[in-house]
Nanobody, 117 residues
């Protein structure tokens, strides 16, 4: 398994931008699909975005499409989530996860994003 540590969360005003990072340990990072998920208070965790091994394939939830961008740097063992045009409803704890064989098997501890109106 790979160990994941998220960072970059914080408090931002609506309309603002923020970039989350997820640093992975291990030498096999490039073999994992990577995803971002979020969980708002009182709600279930939901999918946000994912990226393929090479970074050539990305997929987004409809709620963030056009505003968020997922990317990865395999040389740095890091995946990013650039978030623009943030809305109060984006407020959540954001988690990164690593997938093998179609299953997300490793999760980070999460980082809090709060968007004020």
């Amino acid at each position: 398994q790979v160990q994941l540590v998220e960072s970059g969360g914080g408090l931002v005003q609506a309309g603002g931008s923020l970039r989350l990072s997820c640093a992975a340990s291990g030498r096999t990072f490039s073999s994992y699909f990577m995803g971002w998920f979020r969980q708002a208070p009182g709600k279930e965790r939901e999918f946000v975005a994912r990226i393929s091994w090479s970074g050539g394939g990305t997929y987004y939830a409809d709620s963030v499409k056009g505003r968020f961008t997922i990317s990865r740097d395999n040389a740095k063992n890091t995946v990013y989530l650039q978030m623009n045009s943030l809305k109060p409803e984006d407020t959540a704890v954001y988690y990164c996860a690593a997938a093998t064989g179609g299953t997300y098997s490793s999760w980070g501890q999460g980082t809090q994003l709060t968007v004020s109106s």
